[in-house]
């Protein structure tokens, strides 16, 4: 079992951090600063540190000093992630950003405990088996959902992660295109680099140029002294930039000469440098649109859409949506310490309602249910969204079969001889080259949620050619 120290001052952080590790069959021990992580521990004796960046009486990076060669991860706000990125250089083997992920921290902490074991046993690392075409499971990508859009996805990020391939994902916000970037790095040969995750929309237009790619001493009023840029930060390791269709024109500019030359100039040098990053960009945008209004640089667009990631919005992944609520719910009972579960009318509401908000208002939804809910159960009205409750299903208790709303023919119709599950598999398979999955549900007489998960039950697939596309 892998024994974590956490170095951590605030005190539910700390806590909520240790039960979750736990929980996941770690060992841990913690402390409230780097004095006190001393004077109770032999540091060099841990698997790995976990340490929040800012401490009382000295930064988390002072842990590296004394780690001996184990892995340090530093925990920071995205205000830090300057500092960050800076601790690296330090030695720290990776950051992540505060409130985390608990997925992304567990999938984090897998990854830097799983490289220590590689290297120290020295045998062939699992980014050279991906290299190598050997196919990680999917609890490698780190994103929940069983539906036929999605796993296309994994199958794309499998093949995509061992290239040096620039990729674009695409998305609806709150769809989790961070997570996919995040897969592509672990599965990539550069996963024992840094990935630098950069939201282009969160940096002020007038600092986005020296952010990126780093300036020289008084380049501008107030630059007391050079500083290397995100880009440069990234080196050997993967960039990603989220929301870049925000990103200014002569930032455009700048980012295309390093994905042709690989090189970039500091704001205020007149001398360029060699970098090696691999590019991993996301929106919620259609940059094509962009790109022929002049709002977006074309050759640029075109340097991005080498490989196209789709992410499908939640709306449209049938049989997921309550698996993800599901996993959200663990994850506040794990924070709260409590027991909580869904009730009916919240299960089928969570079906119905369409998320315009995707994965982000989902767990919103949750939390916000979670924290408010009285009793071991959470209604549908904690759940805060639009919904006629009246108009839910009841086909969503068991998946049962309603009474046709139209026969078959043929002489398909229900019969002693023929149970429900034939007629449904008959039907389907004389119907959908010709009807919508909204027309054969109707015709079926129940919702296209169960439909769908009646086929996956039967095994019964959607045909390519077929028109059941609605």
């Not at 930039?241 to 994905?259: F, M, S, T």
């Not at 309603?402 to 019969?415: D, V």
Request: negative net charge; contains cysteine; charged residues 30%.
């Amino acid at each position: 079992m892998p024994h974590i120290l956490i170095v951590e001052d605030e005190t539910i952080i700390r806590s909520a951090l240790r039960r979750l590790l736990e929980r996941n069959q770690y060992e841990v021990s913690e402390a409230g600063s780097v004095q006190e992580a001393q004077e109770r521990f032999n540091i060099p004796g841990f698997d790995l540190i976990v340490s929040d960046l800012r401490l009382p009486g000295a930064p988390g990076t002072e842990l590296i000093k004394h780690a001996e060669g184990t892995p340090v991860l530093i925990m920071t706000s995205y205000a830090s992630l300057r500092s960050a990125v800076d601790s690296m250089k330090m030695g720290a083997v990776d950051y992540i950003a505060k409130p985390f992920d608990h997925d992304e921290m567990l999938q984090t902490v897998a990854r830097i405990l799983r490289d220590r074991q590689e290297s120290a046993a020295a045998a062939p690392s699992r980014t050279a088996g991906a290299a190598n075409g050997a196919a990680p499971a999917q609890g490698e990508i780190g994103i929940i959902g069983r539906c036929s859009p999605m796993l296309d996805l994994y199958s794309k990020i499998r093949k995509v992660a061992p290239t040096d391939s620039n990729v674009l994902i695409q998305g609806e916000s709150g769809t989790g295109k961070e997570l996919v970037a995040r897969a592509l790095h672990n599965l990539s040969r550069r996963a024992k680099a840094t990935m630098v995750s950069v939201n282009c929309a969160a940096i002020p237009e007038t600092l986005i140029e020296s952010e990126l790619f780093g300036h020289e001493k008084g380049a501008f009023t107030g630059a007391s002294a050079g500083r290397a840029g995100l880009v440069e930060a990234a080196d050997g390791g993967t960039l990603f930039l989220d929301e870049i269709g925000e990103l200014p024109l002569e930032a455009q500019a700048r980012l295309l000469r390093v994905l042709q030359e690989g090189e970039i100039r500091r704001v205020g040098s007149v001398h360029s440098q060699k970098v090696d990053v691999r590019l991993i960009a996301a929106t919620h945008r259609d940059l094509k649109t962009l790109a022929k209004t002049g709002q977006f640089r074309e050759d640029l667009y075109y340097r991005l859409h080498v490989i196209a990631l789709k992410l499908p919005p939640l709306r449209e992944r049938d049989g997921d949506v309550l698996e993800i609520a599901e996993a959200f719910l663990a994850r506040q009972c794990q924070r709260m310490d409590r027991e909580l579960r869904f009730a009916r009318d919240a299960e089928q509401a969570i079906r119905h309602y369409a998320w315009p908000g995707n994965v982000r208002e989902l767990e919103n939804a949750i939390e916000r249910a979670a924290i408010l809910c009285e009793s071991p159960e959470i209604g549908a009205d904690l759940l805060g969204i639009d919904i006629e409750l009246d108009s839910l299903d009841d086909d969503f208790d068991d998946g049962g079969l309603a009474t046709p709303s139209a026969p078959l023919g043929n002489g398909h119709e229900p019969t002693e001889d023929l149970s429900l599950e034939d007629y449904f598999q008959h039907f389907v398979l004389e119907h959908q080259d010709h009807m919508t999955e909204t027309e054969l549900a109707r015709k079926l007489g129940i919702s296209r949620k169960c439909l769908w998960e009646r086929r996956q039950r039967l095994g019964i697939p959607r045909r390519k050619s077929s028109a059941a596309t609605g």
